[in-house]
């Protein structure tokens, strides 16, 4: 059984760097074709992809947010990682992990995410 | 980036009716190796959103087989054949065939 948790600061100042883990279960990601992907979702809004991490450490990040994410993860402890720098209050979102298994049934399991706000 | 545009915004429909949700992209989906990378996911009020339907069409476990998905290319549709209580909610499609993954806005399923 798939699992997934997200934890994360709750709140943080704009201008500082946003630290997220991803805790999971049910699969590895030194499994081939594993993934784990971030997405995020502001309040009352919809579905943003940030970036996903591959079984063989390969990375994608959303352009759009530029160099400010770096995803990773610690395989022989089931937890992958985002960093977000230079946060600002447009970065207050519910932030979720889900499992991204790269055959076509992508986010098949996802956190109950964790709430972000970034203010002053 | 790829952009998807769902229709209606929002869907307001009677228990055991059937609707229909359309997703349209600004360009094909069909990837070089043969697969469509469209899923949908079903986010009910203070929930996670869950995988109901992926590679168009196959319907994921445990997802009841009044959902079903249909379409190909730059048109895509989630049809649901009986809506229940537990359907209500944000539908979005989203896609992977062209990176980055983007999502529909989304289209909201409420009771009549």
């Known amino acids: 059984q798939v699992t997934l948790k997200e934890s994360g600061p709750g709140i943080l100042q704009p201008s500082h760097t946003l630290s997220l883990t991803c805790s999971f279960s049910g699969f590895s990601l030194s499994t081939y074709g594993m993934g784990v992907s971030w997405i995020r979702q502001p309040s009352g809004k919809g579905l943003e992809w940030l970036a996903s991490?591959?079984?063989?450490?390969?990375?994608y990040n959303n352009p759009s947010l530029k160099s400010r994410l770096t995803v990773s993860k610690d395989t022989s402890n089931n937890q992958a990682f985002l960093k977000v720098t230079s946060v600002d209050t447009a970065d207050t979102a519910t932030y979720y992990c889900?499992?991204?298994?790269?055959?076509?049934?992508?986010?098949?399991?996802w956190g109950q995410g964790v709430m972000v706000t970034v203010s002053s | 980036d790829v952009v998807l545009t769902q229709t209606p915004p929002t869907l307001s429909a009677t228990i055991g009716q059937s609707v229909s949700i359309s997703c349209r992209s600004s360009?094909?989906?069909?990837?070089?190796?043969?697969?469509?990378?469209l899923h949908w996911l079903l986010q009910r009020p203070g929930q996670s959103p869950q995988l109901l339907i992926y590679l168009v069409s196959r319907l994921e476990s445990g997802v009841p087989n009044r959902f079903s998905g249909s379409g190909s290319g730059t048109d895509f549709t989630l049809k649901i054949s009986g809506v229940e209580a537990e359907d209500l909610g944000l539908y979005y499609c989203v896609q992977g065939t062209h990176a980055p993954y983007t999502f529909g806005a989304g289209t909201k399923l409420e009771l009549k």
């Open positions: 889900a499992h991204t298994p790269g055959t076509g049934r992508e986010f098949d399991y």
């Open positions: 360009q094909s989906l069909l990837h070089s190796n043969g697969n469509t990378y």
């Open positions: 991490i591959w079984w063989n450490g390969n990375t």
